[in-house]
Nanobody, 124 residues
Framework: VQLQASGGGLVQAGGSLRLSCAAS????????IGWFRQAPGKEREGVSY????????YYADSVKGRFTISRDIAKKTVYLQMNSLKPEDTAVYYC??????????????????WGQGTQVTVSS
């Protein structure tokens, strides 16, 4: 199983970025894909999760209405569209594959596979 995250960069506050997580080595329905982020000196936090088996989607309260997670089955890629970015969104973003129960989608230990991080920096 491999996950390749990309799409990070430097953007001004109010701007947008789209992160991509390309998955290989497993079938689309085997694992859901979550996006996490970790800012310097802070714990890793769950941002969004796409449950492949049901199509259910989850968001952290801090990103609801601004971030959108989606999946392209043919490309085996999950996207995180990030709009109205704020300086507090600055972090290294990771994608991960797992089968967390709904109440635990934000728990990083519930994910078996992780991609490398991609840096998102939002300037004020």
């Amino acid at each position: 199983v491999q996950l390749q995250a990309s799409g990070g960069g430097l953007v001004q506050a109010g701007g947008s970025l789209r992160l991509s997580c390309a998955a290989s080595g497993f079938r689309s329905g085997d694992y859901g894909i979550g996006w996490f982020r970790q800012a310097p000196g802070k714990e890793r936090e769950g941002v969004s999760y796409f449950r492949s088996s049901s199509g259910s989607i989850y968001y952290a309260d801090s990103v609801k209405g601004r971030f959108t997670i989606s999946r392209d089955i043919a490309k085996k890629t999950v996207y995180l569209q990030m709009n109205s970015l704020k300086p507090e969104d600055t972090a290294v973003y990771y994608c991960a594959a797992g089968r967390p129960v709904s109440s635990a989608w934000r728990t990083s230990s519930m994910y078996a596979y992780w991609g490398q991080g991609t840096q998102v920096t939002v300037s004020s």
